[in-house]
């Protein structure tokens, strides 16, 4: 996903490790919005994998976008994008 997500929006993204997350992808715009994609599924302590979020266990891969202002223009581009689903969205 973070492929066709790169040409549609022309950024790169950088293929990232994590304990907690695994394998993901970010992506960080001028404005400092970052963008991830990532697996839903994430290792767990137990040694079996635990969901990232829990609501959306049918969902195998996340994209979560963090950013300083309106994400308005890249929303536009996101939805543009096909099989993509906004699940939800929030603002501090």
Same mark, same amino acid.
């Given at each position: ?29 001028? #404005? ?14 137990? &040694?079996? #994998? ?18 300083? &202002? ?23």
């Amino acid at each position: 996903m973070s492929d066709l997500l790169a040409g549609r929006l022309t950024v790169a993204f950088t293929e990232r490790e994590s304990d907690y997350l695994g394998v993901y992808f970010l992506a960080t715009l001028a #404005d400092t919005t970052r963008i991830h994609v990532q697996p839903n599924s994430i290792p767990g302590d137990d &040694g079996e #994998d635990d969901l990232y979020k829990g609501e959306y266990p049918e969902v195998p891969v996340l994209l979560l976008v963090t950013s300083p &202002g309106s994400t308005e223009p890249l929303n536009r581009a996101l939805s543009a994008v096909e099989g993509l689903t906004q699940l939800r969205s929030s603002r501090s």
